[in-house]
């Protein structure tokens, strides 16, 4: 019998990977970090080779000294909402657009000519903005052709690695309905948005269950990956309905707070849930015939990390006498600051901003 089950958070700071025992025992995790560059404002990339790096490192970091043919699958949870391109072969063209990015003003401007707002809203359980998936590929189209015409496949970043380890085009409902392009009652890809967006159809994977197999390791990958041939591919989920599960928002109406690069709030319903001023969204729970309504910011722990950037910037764990690290020296002076921070005011507005507001022109301050 097999003894151990292999999960995978592919997220915004790093790859966080967990070893368990089939009865559940957590055995061994791991963190691998990789570079998100910002720039231009609100523009935000990854390299997809990184997220490949990351995961093969962290497989062969949790097995060393183990049997890898042991491992009766892996499963995915992964950041949401991102672009990635890729050509026949699967070879990726250009850097990942990832969730944070809200460059796509223009083409969130096209669709919103194109389609009342509160019926996009109802079919896809979103509100149109640049954050999203498809307007990150018309910005795509509409600024770099070239990659746009070798373009076969847009991918979310979970379903990358899926793809190469199986050689599968697919996805799950929950990131699916983080795209903009996915019929959220009737879980498929939605012919009337995508005919809106002037794309094809067929750019986008087969949509599957979480729980769907999605493919084996193959032979070609196995060493390089660091999984046994014929490993068990499980898609998973995006990370925001991974965390419902994890935080066991798994019944109607139990809510839970995800702190991570960004923030939410969100609880487990039997429908979706439309906002009359669209505030909120709606993801597809990885819980079959469940939905998450949530109301999401834009930069939460991105926040802190900003300002260990301009405030701790160079300053290393050996460079203070208690060898702490660098948050925990920030900690410290935190809590040796005054209730209200002596009248200094932060605006979390780094990365433009989601619920409530959804500007994604909004920038974030100090004040005071």
């Known amino acids: 019998m097999s003894k151990f089950l292999l999960a995978h958070d592919l997220g915004t700071s790093g790859d966080k990977a967990t070893l368990f025992s089939t009865d559940g025992k957590l055995l061994d995790s791991c963190t691998y970090e990789y570079e998100t560059k910002f720039f231009n404002g609100n523009w935000a990339e990854q390299n997809p080779m990184d997220w490949w790096k990351a995961f093969c490192s962290t497989n062969k970091r949790l097995l060393k000294g183990r049997d890898t043919?042991?491992?009766?699958?892996?499963?995915?949870?992964?950041?949401m909402m991102g672009c990635v391109c890729v050509d026949i072969n699967g070879q990726v063209l250009r850097n990942a657009i990832i969730w944070a990015d809200q460059r796509s003003v223009e083409e969130e401007k096209y669709i919103k000519d194109k389609i009342d707002e509160t019926e996009f809203y109802k079919i896809v359980g979103h509100k149109i903005s640049a954050s999203y998936s498809i307007e990150k590929l018309m910005w795509i189209r509409n600024n770099e052709p070239d990659i746009f015409k070798q373009t076969f496949k847009i991918l979310l970043p979970k379903d990358y690695i899926i793809y190469r380890l199986t050689g599968k085009f697919v996805t799950d409902y929950s990131d699916a309905s983080g795209t903009n392009a996915f019929d959220l009652i009737n879980l498929r890809w939605s012919d009337r948005i995508i005919d809106i967006s002037g794309l094809d159809k067929n750019l986008f994977p087969e949509v599957h269950p979480s729980t769907h197999i999605a493919g084996e390791v193959s032979k070609v990958i196995s060493e390089e990956c660091g999984l046994a041939p014929g490993t068990k591919v499980i898609i998973g989920g995006g990370d925001g309905v991974c965390a419902a599960v994890g935080a066991a928002s798994v019944e109607e109406n139990v809510a839970y707070n995800y702190l991570g690069s960004s923030s939410w709030v969100a609880y487990t319903a039997k429908k979706p849930v439309f906002d009359k001023e669209l505030r909120t969204f709606n993801w597809?729970?990885?819980?079959p015939g469940y939905y998450a309504p949530t109301g999401t910011m834009q930069a939460a722990a991105n926040s802190y990390n900003f300002m260990k950037?301009?405030?701790?910037?160079?300053?290393?764990?050996?460079?203070?006498?208690?060898?702490?690290?660098?948050?925990?020296?920030?900690?410290?002076?935190?809590?040796?600051?005054?209730?209200?921070?002596?009248?200094?005011?932060?605006?979390?507005?780094?990365?433009?901003?989601?619920?409530?507001?959804?500007?994604?022109?909004?920038?974030?301050?100090?004040?005071?």
């Open 284 to 287: 597809a729970h990885m819980i």
């Open 309 to 368: 950037k301009i405030l701790f910037e160079g300053l290393s764990v050996v460079e203070n006498e208690n060898s702490l690290g660098v948050y925990d020296l920030m900690n410290n002076q935190i809590i040796s600051s005054k209730i209200g921070a002596n009248g200094l005011l932060f605006l979390p507005y780094l990365l433009g901003e989601r619920s409530p507001r959804w500007n994604p022109n909004a920038r974030g301050a100090f004040i005071g």
């Open 69 to 79: 043919s042991q491992v009766a699958g892996l499963a995915f949870s992964g950041q």
